[in-house]
């Protein structure tokens, strides 16, 4: 099966690991290099109904990509691995004791 990125863009992202949906499709990164798809990316997830803007947007590895199906793209994703968040404006709010 073949599809573009217009067929993929809003599709839900469901991390196998854990069952957690991770977003949706925003977009595709490639390597300019070797001409092929890098990563995928997420956007992430509103912030108090977005009146607090968005959560970084998620770059998962075209490596842990497990199925592009029809209706959603489920990846085996290691959270934890990801890099550490930059704090933001009002983290000072949102302190994590």
Avoid: H, Y
Wanted: glycine content about 10%; overall charge negative.
């Amino acid at each position: 099966m073949r599809c573009g990125l217009g067929e993929l863009q809003g599709k839900p992202v469901i991390n196998v690991r854990d069952g957690c949906r991770l977003g949706a499709v925003a977009d595709l990164e490639f390597d300019t290099d070797t001409a092929r798809v890098a990563a995928l990316l997420v956007r992430g997830r509103l912030r108090l109904w977005g009146l607090l803007g968005r959560q970084e947007d998620l770059e998962i590895p075209w490596e842990d990509i497990q199925v592009l199906g029809e209706d959603a793209v489920l990846v085996k994703w290691d959270q934890a691995a990801r890099e550490p968040r930059r704090k933001g404006r009002f983290s000072w709010f949102f302190a994590e004791e």
